[in-house]
């Protein structure tokens, strides 16, 4: 059964529908946690009036009328809202977002340096930013060069010398806005990695 507008389980904006996905979860997984399969919490959602609820509200109807759990709760609200085109892909409730990870043979010391020192990271990056936070070697709260969005840089120490670089880059003002950062990060890393390892 579609779901109204034809946005059913085929989704809409990139929601990977067609895939029996959305918001990057798929339909085994829903079904097992939540007990209803993408397409049936569309077809619930609808029903309630969920094209005219805000992302706070489906969730609280989720919550609170179906049991959902917390987790669960927003994983099925972004996918409803991906799927009939309430929210595209990446976007989040202030903004894009986007994520990269590196494994990289380094120490976390010497990962944690290559972001919080100006020189150092210059050899890699030669972009502005202001780092608000800095816990070493495990952590950076950083705002990027625009002044209005946000890099949070996770440091994991995987051995003396291997470390791994997770990083969220958040919001961001558009799709576009957001593809771009996701390769300009895959890119900046993979350079970290040469000039430092």
């Known amino acids: 059964m579609a779901a109204k507008n034809g946005h059913g389980a085929n989704g809409a904006n990139g929601a990977n529908g067609a895939n029996g996905k959305h ?7 829903v ?4 007990g209803k399969t993408w ?33 669960w709760t ?5 996918g409803y809202e991906q799927a009939v085109g309430k929210r595209a892909r990446l976007q989040k409730t202030d903004g894009f ?11 976390a010391a010497a990962a944690f340096k290559a972001f919080s020192d100006a020189r150092t990271r210059a050899s890699w990056m030669n972009d502005d930013l202001t780092i608000r936070k800095a816990t070493a070697p495990k952590s950076l709260r950083i705002t990027w060069k625009d002044g209005k ?14 470390s791994q670089v997770s990083l969220q880059h ?3 003002a558009s799709a576009r806005a ?6 300009y990060w895959r890119d900046a890393l993979t350079r970290l990695e040469w000039e430092l390892a």
Request: aromatic fraction near 4%; charge should be positive; glycine fraction near 8%.
């Open 23 to 29: 918001a990057g979860i798929g339909d085994d997984a």
């Open 31 to 34: 079904r097992v946690k939540t």
């Open 39 to 71: 397409q049936e919490w569309i077809d619930t959602i609808d029903k309630a009036g969920g094209r005219d609820m805000s992302h706070q509200d489906i969730a609280a109807l989720l919550a609170g009328k179906f049991g959902v759990p917390p987790w």
């Open 74 to 78: 927003q994983m099925v609200t972004v």
């Open 97 to 107: 977002s986007v994520s990269a990870s590196k494994t990289l043979p380094l120490s």
């Open 149 to 162: 969005s946000d890099v949070d840089v996770n440091i994991y120490a995987k051995g003396a010398r291997k």
């Open 170 to 172: 958040s919001k961001l």
């Open 178 to 183: 957001a593809d771009q950062m996701k390769k």
